[in-house]
């Protein structure tokens, strides 16, 4: 049974009651209020067993000793931090030196500030920083007990990836991708282990944000998916365990919100500003432009045309023009200092 939110006093006439909204804005609209209220994780506690893969979060420990990141970008960054915050040993995995020099920079000024605010403690904070190792040799960061890829949204890349991992990592590895909308079936596909092969999508900020979304692939083993709850709740998440759709669950509900909002400005309906100024005014952590510019407007545009061409090009789906000219003029949002709003001072 759906249940309409957001609603608080009763409907104003007959005809305001005839208009119910429809079944994809009930599911968005519990999507959003949750995170406004509560924050993304909560939903993990509002969603109901459909089978028996549905949501299995056993009390049990992983034998995650060793965590290898591949990607050191916003969401790679995040994951690092709180795999070493949790007390495993990270190799944090890049092209090149300089990236990796800077986003350690980036993860040890984190973990700064959570002591500085009162949330770490300085010597979980100091065994943290210590236990963050840097390579730029693919072989050598394969040398780990869970490898998650956190490179961008692309199948080809991805792909590549990790058949080059399967042929340097050792036989009890699990892999796992931190992709928002890829099929992890697809993804396992170009090993030899897709049964020790799972989705962990962290949410951004990784550090803060407490859901994680737990995919199943189609060859997926039990263990697997066993092994990858319990590490999430090491990590002090909330684990959902999804099945192998396009976008998952969360990404998938959040299309309307992002959507219409874009239509909205394209049609000259309102301005960005107001757009976000009147949904945070009803009780929204974040307007639909803002979070646009945490998430990277790349890393949106993506997403929407990944989950886009999985469902046949439905049109409640398609991406906007606008998102394609904020990514073509390099306006990508809080990472680069200018996305629907300008950050730049922020960086300086």
């Known amino acids: 049974m759906l249940v309409y939110v957001g609603r608080r006093k009763p409907f104003s006439s007959v005809s305001e009651r005839a208009r119910p909204p429809s079944d994809c804005f009930v599911l968005w ?24 893969q549905s949501l299995i979060i056993p009390n049990m420990s992983s034998s995650i000793q060793s965590v290898c ?22 190799t944090l995995y890049d092209i090149a030196d300089d990236i990796l020099d800077a986003a350690l920079a980036r993860i040890r000024a984190s973990i700064d500030k959570g002591v500085s605010l009162g949330k770490t403690e300085p010597e979980t904070a100091a065994r943290a920083k210590e236990a963050i190792a840097l390579t730029t040799d693919l072989a050598q960061a394969a040398r780990a007990d869970l490898i998650i890829e956190a490179a961008p949204e692309k199948m080809e890349l991805k792909q590549s990836i990790f058949r080059e991992l399967d042929a340097h990592a050792a036989e009890h590895t699990l892999f796992a991708s931190n992709t928002s909308s890829l099929s992890i079936t697809a993804l396992a596909a170009a090993t030899q282990r897709p049964d020790r092969f799972l989705g962990l999508h962290f949410f951004n900020p990784a550090h803060i944000m407490k859901l994680v979304e737990v995919i199943r692939g189609d060859m997926t083993a039990d263990e697997t998916i066993e092994t990858g709850l319990a590490f999430a709740r090491e990590l002090g998440k909330t684990p959902v365990l999804c099945q192998d759709t396009p976008a998952f669950i969360v990404n998938r509900v959040a299309r309307p919100f992002y959507g219409e909002a874009l239509r909205m400005l394209g049609e000259g309906q309102a301005d960005v500003e107001t757009i976000d100024r ?10 639909p432009f803002r979070l646009i510019d945490l998430i990277g407007c790349d890393v949106n545009f993506a997403v929407t045309q990944t989950v886009y061409e999985a469902y046949f090009h439905d049109p409640k789906y398609r991406p906007h023009p606008i998102q394609r000219k904020m990514v073509e003029s390099g306006r990508l949002g809080r990472k680069v200092g200018i996305g629907f709003y300008d950050y730049r001072d922020e960086l300086t």
């Open 29 to 52: 609209s519990t999507f959003v209020w949750l995170y406004a209220k509560r924050g993304v994780y909560a939903l993990a506690s509002h969603l109901k067993p459909l089978n028996h």
């Open 69 to 90: 990141v591949l990607g050191a970008g916003t969401m790679g960054r995040g994951i690092a931090q709180v795999a070493a915050l949790a007390g495993c040993r990270v």
């Open 278 to 287: 009147l949904m945070e005014s009803i009780g929204f952590r974040m307007g």
